[in-house]
């Protein structure tokens, strides 16, 4: 979804809703980036944020203009960036990847403003009982939690806020992320041959996602 022309309406998508929030000219830092695709939309949304960016491989894919990469692994190094430099910090689709969480939002909290916020997505239980998707996309797109391989568990907004709390930061809100367009979109897709349009409108229609977002207490220090 291109944001270019969207900017006015970031309600519509609730990771464009977190976005919009950063203050002008902030520095907003994405975990576990993959192939730069999300950062890309960030981008088009906020063309005016400085944004950092790691992941455990490189070379992936396509990163916005500018933005600081690093190579790194989130359970057991360091960020290279110092304390405090972060307005906000996003996190999709990675905590169910990995075996410990406290070093990542031990990380989150220390370099995160006062009053910054992270944003973590994951999938919401309910995926555990869905059936992979059908025809052509068997295989192709994750539909059950059980289709990507390399997921270890499924982390509730619960276990989130303990972890949250566990490294001083205070527990905003969580529920479901949704994009309410390609949701809209479901009804017309839904009896179509199945593709990876058809798939992507009915995990935001079912709610595939579960969203958790905490704050640097503003009174932090930093």
């Not at 960030?42 to 455990?56: K, Q, S, T």
């Not at 906000?88 to 169910?96: F, K, N, S, Y």
Request: glycine share 8%; net charge positive.
């Amino acid at each position: 979804m291109n944001w270019t022309h969207l900017r006015a309406f970031p309600w519509l998508d609730t990771r464009a809703h977190f976005v919009a929030r950063a203050p002008k000219g902030g520095h907003l830092l994405d975990l576990g980036s993959s192939d730069g695709e999300t950062l890309r939309h960030f981008a088009e949304l906020r063309p005016d944020l400085n944004y950092f960016a790691v992941d455990i491989q490189s070379g992936l894919g396509e990163y916005p203009k500018g933005c600081d990469f690093k190579k790194l692994n989130v359970e057991q190094d360091k960020f290279p960036w110092s304390d405090g430099s972060m307005d906000a910090i996003t996190c999709m689709h990675l905590v169910e990847h990995l075996k410990d969480l406290a070093p990542l939002f031990a990380e989150a909290s220390r370099l995160l403003k006062a009053g910054g916020r992270i944003y973590v997505e994951t999938p919401h239980p309910k995926s555990l009982v869905l059936q992979s998707a059908p025809g052509d996309m068997a295989g192709a797109f994750p539909m059950s939690f059980y289709d990507d391989a390399t997921h270890v568990r499924i982390v509730t907004t619960g276990i989130l806020a303990q972890h949250a709390k566990a490294s001083g930061m205070q527990v905003l809100c969580s529920g479901i992320s949704r994009n309410w367009l390609f949701a809209a979109a479901y009804p017309f897709l839904a009896f179509a041959r199945p593709s990876r349009r058809s798939c992507t409108a009915r995990l935001h229609w079912i709610g595939w996602s579960a969203y958790f977002i905490a704050q640097k207490p503003i009174g932090s220090g930093h």
